[in-house]
């Protein structure tokens, strides 16, 4: 497909337990972006890669959440130890802009729902 | 307090109306603006990005940005049942990451 693609699209899991969220970006996109959407909140940033490096990881809430794109391509985003608070839903962008804004917007995925009980 | 302000609505209008919809933020630092747009269950997808203080429009679509009060605004004509979607504002800094700040989200009903 043309999109950004994410999987699965909902995931529950027992508190305590680790999790993992793929994204496959959109083909030849060097920049991918995380999000997590709250309900009825705006997404908000946990994290950006541009290409293999992650350049920006101010946004994630705690340790527990770890991102790697160890090819540049495929992202993962993993929570160990998951919490109730973790509950929401995570989105993935990418753009093919490198740095700074570029005029190039971002495309978001449908997002994995993750719930946590 | 929030870098972005949005009234989340929820906002219900009948079918041809004009709705406006609006957000405030706080930086000076940030110079992009973008209107993205939120069916239920579904990723945002953008409908309009701008740079510059005024008006761009996009069909029934105009955004509206005034820099010096730090207002921007999405304004829909002739508004259908198939705009019936949560509306996001965001905004990004021109130097640095490209992470976007989006405001709450407005949601709008559209009635027929």
């Known amino acids: 497909g043309a999109g950004v693609s994410q999987s699965p699209r909902y995931k529950v899991a027992k508190r305590g337990q680790d999790v993992a969220l793929r994204c496959d970006p959109i083909?030849?996109?060097?920049?991918l972006f995380w999000y997590q959407q709250a309900l009825g909140q705006g997404p908000e940033f946990l994290t950006y890669f541009q290409n293999e490096a992650q350049l920006d990881k101010s946004g994630l809430p705690s340790d527990r959440f770890f991102a790697e794109r160890p090819e540049g391509s495929v992202s993962t985003l993993k929570i160990q130890r998951t919490q109730q608070e973790d509950s929401a839903v995570y989105l993935c962008?990418?753009?093919?802009?490198?740095?700074?804004?570029?005029?190039?917007?971002?495309?978001f995925g449908d997002g994995t729902r993750l719930s946590i009980l | 307090q929030k870098e972005v302000e949005q009234d989340p609505g929820p906002l219900s209008v009948p079918e041809g109306a004009i709705v406006s919809l609006n957000c405030t933020y706080s930086?000076?630092?940030?110079?992009?603006f973008m209107w993205y747009r939120q069916y239920s269950r579904k990723g945002p997808e953008l409908l309009m990005y701008t740079y510059s203080s005024g008006n761009k429009e996009d069909g029934r679509f105009t955004a509206q940005v005034d820099k010096s009060s730090k207002y921007i605004s999405l304004f829909i004509r002739d508004s259908q049942p198939s705009d019936s979607a949560t509306y996001l504002c965001a905004t990004v800094r021109i130097q640095g990451a490209q992470k976007l700040v989006f405001g709450q989200g407005t949601r709008l009903t559209i009635n027929p």
């Open positions: 083909s030849g996109h060097v920049s």
């Open positions: 930086n000076s630092a940030f110079q992009y």
């Open positions: 962008a990418s753009n093919g802009a490198r740095g700074q804004w570029g005029n190039q917007p971002q495309h």
